[in-house]
């Protein structure tokens, strides 16, 4: 379910409407791969063992496709560019981006 936030966003319920493949893959492109944006602090990724074995980057891209918790966010997408998480460097950037 896609809802239109306050200022003009869009937001995206990622538990009801999971990341599609083409989204994903435009952010990869842009990380340089799957696990810049991956949340290895999941905790489905610890029960499930993963955290213990060594996964490819497109492993990791599936994984990502499968749960959407293994995806770190918040993601906000400004003017094509992608910013991941809430860190206070991160909100900086992201309000820089939007007063340009």
Same mark, same amino acid.
């Given at each position: 379910?896609?809802?239109t936030g306050? #200022?003009?966003?869009?937001?995206? /319920? =990622?538990? !009801? +409407?999971? =990341?599609s %493949?083409?989204?994903l /893959?435009k =952010?990869?492109? !842009?990380?340089?791969? &799957?696990?810049a944006?991956?949340?290895?602090?999941?905790? *489905?990724f610890? +029960? !499930?063992?993963?955290?213990k %074995?060594?996964l490819? /980057? #497109? !492993?990791?891209?599936?994984?990502?496709l499968t749960? &959407?918790t293994?995806?770190?966010?918040?993601? &906000?997408?400004i *003017? +094509? *560019?992608?910013? =991941?998480g809430?860190?206070?460097?991160?909100?900086?950037?992201?309000k820089?981006?939007?007063?340009?």
């Open positions: 379910m896609k809802e306050t #200022d003009g966003f869009e937001l995206q /319920d =990622i538990k !009801q +409407e999971h =990341i %493949k083409e989204k /893959d =952010i990869k492109a !842009q990380e340089g791969s &799957y696990e944006i991956f949340n290895k602090r999941a905790i *489905k610890r +029960e !499930q063992g993963w955290n %074995k060594l490819t /980057d #497109d !492993q990791l891209g599936e994984l990502i749960e &959407y293994f995806l770190r966010r918040p993601i &906000y997408m *003017k +094509e *560019k992608a910013f =991941i809430n860190s206070k460097k991160n909100v900086s950037e992201i820089a981006a939007l007063s340009e």
